[in-house]
């Protein structure tokens, strides 16, 4: 099962991009969320896994460039993907260097373009999520991490946030 976040100032077309998902989440057993604030998708982004990230260029306060670097500090193997109007290239420059978006959809989109990107970044996620598992598994062979490391790694992974307590002055867990 794959989890996206949608990311669009606009309300119509975020809902225009789930119905034009909805074939390939049904296939692919994708659940969507959709937010049209950046500050509360990268509050979601927090303590939510995500396999794929979409999100517009041009929204009020934050850019998509600005938004898709900061889920990629936050959730580094999530496959980012800019979605925009703007056909600049200092635009399509700055998703690729800065955020190190895998596709970079143009509006209005293609539909069948826009469902083998998703297959693709679904073959990305995969090979990126073996390629880490395999890692890790080698780096708890050689010693170079402990088991506890890489179950803290693990969960961390697919729970993120899971593994940061925060302690109050008395010794209690304090809750956000």
Excluded: C
């Excluded at 896994?49 to 929204?59: R, V």
């Excluded at 073959?123 to 708890?140: F, P, S, T």
């Amino acid at each position: 099962m794959y989890k996206i976040l949608l990311l669009d100032d606009e309300q119509n077309v975020l809902l225009a991009l789930q119905r034009s998902l909805k074939s390939v989440a049904k296939e692919m057993e994708m659940t969507m969320e959709l937010f049209n604030s950046p500050q509360d998708a990268i509050n979601r982004l927090s303590n939510t896994a995500f396999d794929f990230i979409i999100s517009d260029y041009h929204m009020p306060g934050m850019n998509g460039i600005q938004f898709l670097s900061i889920a990629k500090e936050i959730q580094p193997h999530a496959i980012r993907l800019m979605l925009s109007a703007s056909a600049e290239f200092k635009t399509i420059l700055g998703a690729i260097n800065d955020a190190e978006v895998f596709r970079y959809i143009a509006k209005p989109w293609n539909q069948e373009e826009l469902l083998e990107t998703i297959q693709l970044a679904a073959a990305r996620r995969q090979q990126i999520m073996e390629d880490q598992k395999l890692a890790d598994e080698l780096r708890l062979q050689r010693g170079m991490i402990t088991p506890q490391e890489h179950e803290m790694k693990r969960l961390e992974e697919t729970e993120p946030g899971i593994t940061k307590v925060k302690w109050g002055p008395d010794g209690s867990v304090l809750l956000d």
